[in-house]
């Protein structure tokens, strides 16, 4: 008798745990054929503003982890991730049709990416940051800061993408709140069981499947939500509306790629950079 | 505290000649414009200074197209060195004219003399200087070996300080290679017309810097022009959000430098002498009329009595009056409308039960003035704990530890400056961690310095302004 597989149940990913959706709805996530691979929980305006909390309760403690700290848990992310390698590139050929050579380009440079993310932990404060030579007798130091809690909505590239977007917020001190790719979902809740297993505090990220166009507005104009990036919009009118919506407390905004993105060039700082504040501090020098 | 009598020193104000009318500045020379005009006044005595043009959406594209044009055909084709050229030359203008800026800058503004001569003024001298060894130097920012200028700048600039805002708007965005058209606020266009006569004397290609005057309607035609490549406004939180949301959607780059709250914190242990001094500044510096005015003071509830003394007294000290005179500390109040809502707040702060004291002195019979007030009893649940009043109006609140200082410090939409005041090193530290703030001033309050990043957090806005911040703010390459 051949054994019966035991199917998983796709949940969301908010606070380090994994509820369903709270509204108990779900849709189909469908292989490059159509074919079913699974029921994926359709997050909710209510799941959209638990994981706001979420995030907002980790900040404090992420944020004020030591820049070497910080780097070794998003470090432990890409052993975790090449730990489940195989099982990522089985998800991308299953969702996006990739022939094994590609699916395993596209996962090595996600783990790639997360390591070259992890190194900037201990070092972007140097590169962004600034010794002001101001003309009197004060110090003066400029320091960039995470600004605070991000909502993001993912590129469709279901795990470089994913990963190319919450590793540049995070790696910083913020927290995110990212809705997955809608049509790409499982590789997003694979991602978020290593998060899970891999010391990143729960609440620091936040995943969450469905559809964007629902939950993002909810995001956008979430008042406690610091700021928007909106890699993974590829409507200019919902991207229009969306920084809008951003505009009632003026969150920062990564504003909607012109462009299809080639996510496997080496990044620049720009994402990294979007997502800090710079605080610059005098004090006057004397004896 | 003794308050030494002065016999009035009015500085003279021969040295300004102002015109009966202006036009527009565009394409490097004053043109009327199609729209009507409205008066420049000074808000000391209400004396009509000048008749001044209110350009219109038809204006405001012509000023645009003279930028486009300046920018496509003189300016981004010069090297950088020779752009650094006419920045210096403007520094040096600047410093030559400065007396001529500070008189018209009073007279129109109402701010005291001794504020336009020696703040405002030579900061606005120095910001040109400094970003024209900007000019050639462009591929050291760590934006790329040769990062580009976005191409026209659109600014819009407060009343506060009105030369010195059109300087931290216009020396960073020509120094990257940027052309610009720029509206000063209606009640105080003066200045930023006559450094159109000195972009003249500097011989700056036409275009390159273009002057339009007129009120909101102006301003948002400019912003929303869509040949501008580069918004940069500063002014309210409320209009930073119109402007957030009408540039949604397009490609403009955005800087906003809005309104805030700060608070200012005095520890048990600080030089009481000298943190009575920062609070002073920190709130009564320009009438008030600072967006990172220090305009919540945190005491510590053992040495507030103490403190409270000492500011009452200092208070009954400082000299409101005639801004052109140098023995002024306080002058007049910008505008009619600005005093309204100054009276609005500080009655509600009234009915609120927080309790008023004023510095007594006497209000002169005609213009625009507020004593130097204070509340205290003030909660965080009281408006004028939580709004911008924009005037030399102090709200006094207390905290016992560390821990409620930032907690009361943070609990604000706003997030522009903060002041902190202790002897004790690491606490400074700590709390400059904390705080979330763009500028800490510690133990010092309300300076200001081009190689300095100045911006918000939060509902204060983003981007920074000065520093090689500001020069990125005007740059492709940049977020910010």
Not at chain 2, 130 to 137: H, I, M, R, T
Not at chain 2, 218 to 230: M, N, R, S
Not at chain 2, 265 to 271: L, N, S, T
Not at chain 2, 275 to 300: D, T
């Amino acid at each position: 008798m051949t054994r019966l597989d035991v199917r998983k149940t796709h949940k969301l990913y908010i606070g380090g745990a994994f509820p369903r959706s709270e509204s108990g709805r779900t849709f189909e996530a469908l292989d490059a054929k159509g074919g079913f691979l699974g029921n994926m929980a359709l997050a909710s305006r209510k799941d959209a503003r638990d994981a706001v909390l979420a995030a907002r309760k980790a900040f404090g403690g992420w944020s004020t982890r030591t820049p070497y700290n910080r780097g070794q848990v998003v470090y432990r992310l890409a052993e975790v991730m090449e730990g489940r390698r195989d099982q990522f590139i089985e998800q991308l050929r299953a969702a996006e049709g990739l022939n094994d050579k590609k699916a395993t380009t596209y996962v090595d440079a996600a783990i790639d990416r997360v390591v070259w993310y992890a190194g900037w932990a201990d070092k972007y404060v140097q590169v962004l940051g600034n010794g002001n030579p101001v003309s009197g007798p004060f110090f003066n130091l400029s320091t960039p800061e995470p600004t605070g809690v991000v909502a993001t909505v993912a590129p469709s590239g279901p795990l470089l993408g994913l990963v190319s977007v919450i590793a540049p917020a995070i790696v910083t001190g913020n927290t995110v709140v990212v809705i997955a790719s809608e049509k790409y979902p499982v590789p997003a809740v694979t991602l978020s069981e290593c998060m899970a297993t891999s010391d990143l505090p729960g609440g620091v990220v936040n995943i969450l499947t469905g559809k964007a166009a629902e939950i993002a507005p909810w995001l956008a104009s979430h008042m406690d939500v610091n700021a928007l990036d909106l890699a993974g919009v590829d409507d200019p009118e919902l991207a229009a509306s969306l920084e809008v919506a951003a505009a009632d407390n003026l969150k920062r905004v990564l504003r909607a790629p012109t462009a299809p993105v080639d996510w496997l060039a080496e990044p620049t700082l720009a994402r990294l950079e979007g997502l800090v504040e710079t605080k610059t501090v005098w004090h006057p020098i004397g004896v | 505290m003794t308050k030494f009598e002065y016999a009035p020193a009015p500085e003279s104000r021969a040295i300004v000649d102002i015109k009966s009318s202006y036009g527009l500045y565009i394409g490097g020379e004053f043109v009327d414009g199609k729209g009507g005009s409205f008066k420049s006044i000074s808000p000391s005595t209400e004396e009509v200074l000048a008749e001044v043009t209110e350009a219109t959406a038809d204006d405001v594209d012509l000023a645009v197209k003279s930028a486009r044009q300046a920018y496509d055909k003189v300016w981004s084709k010069l090297p950088g060195s020779e752009r650094a050229k006419y920045l210096y030359r403007i520094a040096r203008i600047m410093a030559e004219r400065s007396r001529e800026f500070a008189v018209l800058e009073s007279l129109d503004n109402g701010k005291p003399i001794k504020e336009s001569r020696d703040v405002d003024l030579p900061l606005v001298s120095q910001w040109f200087f400094y970003y024209a060894g900007w000019a050639d130097k462009l591929g050291h920012a760590g934006l790329g070996p040769d990062p580009k200028a976005l191409g026209v700048a659109g600014q819009v600039i407060p009343w506060n300080f009105p030369i010195m805002m059109l300087a931290w708007k216009i020396a960073p965005a020509l120094a990257a290679g940027n052309t610009v058209v720029l509206k000063p606020a209606e009640t105080t266009p003066l200045t930023a017309l006559l450094f159109a006569e000195v972009c003249q004397q500097a011989e700056l290609p036409p275009g390159v810097v273009n002057i339009i005057t007129g009120a909101g309607a102006t301003g948002q035609a400019l912003v929303e022009h869509p040949d501008v490549d580069k918004v940069a406004f500063t002014g309210s939180t409320a209009v930073g959000k119109a402007i957030a949301r009408s540039v949604a959607g397009t490609s403009k780059k955005v800087t906003l430098e809005l309104g805030g709250k700060a608070a200012n914190i005095v520890f048990d242990d600080a030089p009481l002498d000298q943190a009575v001094e920062g609070i002073v500044g920190g709130i009564f510096f320009n009438q008030g009329h600072v967006c990172c005015a220090g305009s919540r003071l945190l005491v510590q509830e053992s040495v507030y009595d103490e403190v409270i003394d000492k500011l009452k007294q200092r208070m009954s000290t400082l000299r409101l009056g005639d801004p052109l005179d140098k023995n002024t500390d306080i002058g007049a109040i910008n505008s009619a409308e600005q005093l309204a809502r100054i009276k609005e707040l500080s009655d509600v702060g009234d009915a609120e039960g927080a309790e008023r004291w004023s510095a007594p002195c006497e209000i002169p019979d005609s213009g625009f003035w507020f004593a130097p007030t204070i509340f205290t009893g003030v909660t965080q649940a009281h408006r004028i704990a939580r709004e911008e009043i924009f005037g030399p109006v102090l709200s006094i609140l207390t905290f016992r530890t560390p821990a409620e200082a930032v907690e009361k410090a943070n609990n604000t939409p706003y997030g522009l400056s903060a002041g902190v005041w202790t002897e004790k090193g690491s606490r400074i530290l700590s709390m400059a961690n904390q705080l979330r703030a763009g500028v800490v001033w510690a133990n010092t309050f309300n300076k200001f310095d081009p190689a300095s990043p100045f911006g918000g957090y939060k509902e204060s806005g983003y981007g920074r302004e000065g520093g090689r911040h500001g020069l990125a703010a005007y740059l492709q390459g940049a977020s910010a």
